[in-house]
């Protein structure tokens, strides 16, 4: 970890859940020479940064012009931790996921390796699809992989012109699984349901969860890979310092669990009963529903990596009770 003092380190997207969340992991460790690029708006996410530690803040738009422009004011960068994107899975304008997630990352991608600094990006498992051609983090199967929606497709882009272009070689990609926890709340519907339950109970009593529409899967049985924020932080400064991890990984729990377990670690949390009402599903999302996910995380254990550090219900446990009840961000 000490190499990380050498130079500056670049989060974009950094005012964001996971970039905000990766800040405090750092200040944690004793860094603070951070610099944090972000699109900042009228909403709240500047709450998130306001606990944590850096040097400086600027827009995306002004790194790409420095980018482009091999600016004097990125000379000292040695480590990219490229987190900022559109990470709406609904977002309808593909032109603009096109020109934010895709064309944005090569840009900064060839300026940080034609300056020999270490770049870690956010891919993403919805570039898998439906699962049908597997989760397994292997390169060499990545033209065979169907993404659901157009978020992913922005993200399996990137990584198949990583590939093309020979820079796994170099480059760190992160195919992050369903991360949720702390500094989530200004993202709105795409806030995790852990987030979202917590509001349903102290308004209802009950937590909601779709129906199934599938035979093999009961109401609230269908699976997905929760990862929590601070396992999913740990797992990238791990790569990104482990100089003989290059390439895609997926960065997950390796463990699927369903809908049903994530709500009744919510009602253990706060000590109540479990009740759950199942509702229908938007027919909007019906065919790009994900039924299951699961993280392949042979490729990461192989780095020397031991695993997650927290279970579901400890997550879970940690996020209502420590953040959400008292409603604080991660702090320094």
């Known amino acids: 970890m000490n190499e990380l003092e050498n130079g500056k380190i670049l989060v974009t997207g950094g005012a964001g859940f996971i970039g905000s969340g990766l800040i405090w992991a750092l200040n944690r460790l004793g860094f603070r020479n951070i610099l944090v690029c972000d699109q ?5 996410k500047w709450l ?5 530690e850096f040097e400086d803040y600027f827009s995306s738009a002004t790194l790409i012009e420095y980018a482009e422009a091999d600016s004097p004011a990125l000379r000292e960068i040695r480590w990219v931790f490229h987190l900022g994107a559109c990470s709406a899975t609904t977002e309808r304008n593909t032109g603009y996921l096109m020109e934010n997630n ?10 940080a390796v034609s300056r020999g600094a270490r770049f870690v990006y956010a891919s993403s498992a919805a570039t898998y699809g439906d699962g049908s051609n597997g989760m397994i983090d292997d390169e060499a199967k990545l033209e065979l992989l169907r993404p659901l929606n157009a978020y992913g497709y922005s993200k399996h882009l990137f990584d198949r012109h990583a590939k093309q272009r020979g820079l796994l070689s170099n480059i760190v990609g992160l195919k992050y699984f369903n991360v949720y926890g702390p500094n989530e709340w200004h993202k709105g519907e795409m806030r995790s349901l852990v987030n979202k339950a917590y509001d349903q109970v102290r308004e209802t009593g009950k937590i909601r969860l779709f129906k199934s529409y599938r035979s093999m899967f009961k109401d609230g049985e269908q699976k997905r890979d929760f990862l929590y924020i601070k396992d999913a932080v740990d797992m990238t400064i791990h790569l990104a310092v482990t100089r003989s991890a290059n390439g895609v990984f997926n960065v997950g729990s390796g463990k699927a669990r369903t809908w049903v377990d994530l709500a009744n670690a919510v009602f ?5 009963p479990t009740q759950i009402e199942f509702i229908e599903m938007p027919e909007a999302i019906r065919d790009k529903y994900q039924y299951f996910t699961e993280a392949n995380i042979e490729k990461l254990k192989a780095t020397g990596y031991r695993g997650p550090k927290f279970s579901l219900e400890q997550a879970v446990a940690d996020y209502v009770q420590n ?3 008292p409603r604080r961000y991660l702090e320094a």
Do not use: Q
């Open 48 to 52: 998130n940064l306001a606990p944590l």
């Open 102 to 111: 895709y064309r944005y990352t090569k840009i900064l991608c060839d300026w």
């Open 268 to 272: 253990a949390a706060l000590s109540l």
């Open 40 to 44: 900042l708006g009228e909403d709240d």
């Open 323 to 325: 953040y959400l009840m």
